[in-house]
Antibody
Framework: EVQLVESGGGLVQPGGSLRLSCAASGFTISSNYMSWVRQAPGKGLEWVSVIFSGGTTSYADSVKGRFTISRDNSKNTLYLQMNSLRAEDTAVYYC??????????WGQGTLVTVSS | EIVLTQSPGTLCLSPGERATLSCRASQSVSSSYLAWYQQRPGQAPRLLIYGASSRATGIPDRFSGSGSGTDFTLTISRLEPEDFAVYYCQQYGGSPRYSFGQGTKLEIK
């Protein structure tokens, strides 16, 4: 059974940093495309970043240069390093497994709140 | 940039009725690259339809997708109580690589 479990969310001040983790089970992340999708409170879904099976990465313009997606194959874990956080980064962050070009499996999400 | 516009913003229907949700793209989208998701309150989204018309594993056959080019439709033939949720369309391609529509909220009348 595929499982994605996010952790690492919390309250952080503007300009601060946070690292999100996503522990995967039931499949091997290095053989899949993995992505982060976020949802601001009461708002819609926004794609954040993707890491392809070959290791290439891509980012939404809103986070480019501030966020870094990575993975640890030995731990079967996906990460999102978030620096220079802004109030508008406040959201639930979902870890997803990308099937072809759609988001087939989702974690339960972790809430990031950027506030002073 | 491909922008997806969903309509209506809110749809009020009764259980047993038929729901038709629209997703319009600002430029042509390959049918292979169009998906629909359902999000119930307090839950993560789940994949309903991929490739514009293929149901994901475990999705009841009352859900169907259709369309091509710039106009896509999600149809729920007979609404069940658990179908009242928010629905999003999503496309792949261009910049940003992935984008979502703003969502349609399906409410009980």
């Amino acid at each position: 059974e595929v499982q994605l479990v996010e952790s690492g969310g919390g309250l952080v001040q503007p300009g601060g940093s946070l690292r999100l983790s996503c522990a995967a089970s039931g499949f091997t992340i290095s053989s899949n495309y993995m992505s982060w999708v976020r949802q601001a409170p009461g708002k819609g879904l926004e794609w954040v970043s993707v890491i392809f099976s070959g290791g290439t990465t891509s980012y939404a313009d809103s986070v480019k240069g501030r966020f870094t997606i990575s993975r640890d194959n030995s731990k079967n874990t996906l990460y999102l390093q978030m620096n220079s956080l802004r109030a508008e980064d406040t959201a639930v962050y979902y870890c997803t497994r990308v099937a072809h070009v759609w988001f087939g499996d989702w974690g339960q999400g972790t809430l990031v709140t950027v506030s002073s | 940039e491909i922008v997806l516009t969903q309509s209506p913003g809110t749809l009020c229907l009764s259980p047993g009725e038929r729901a038709t949700l629209s997703c319009r793209a600002s430029q042509s989208v390959s049918s292979s690259y169009l998906a629909w998701y359902q999000q119930r309150p307090g839950q993560a989204p789940r994949l309903l339809i991929y490739g514009a018309s293929s149901r994901a594993t475990g999705i009841p056959d009352r859900f169907s997708g259709s369309g091509s080019g710039t106009d896509f439709t999600l149809t729920i033939s007979r609404l069940e109580p658990e179908d009242f949720a928010v629905y999003y369309c999503q496309q792949y391609g261009g910049s940003p690589r992935y984008s979502f529509g703003q969502g349609t909220k399906l409410e009980i009348k």
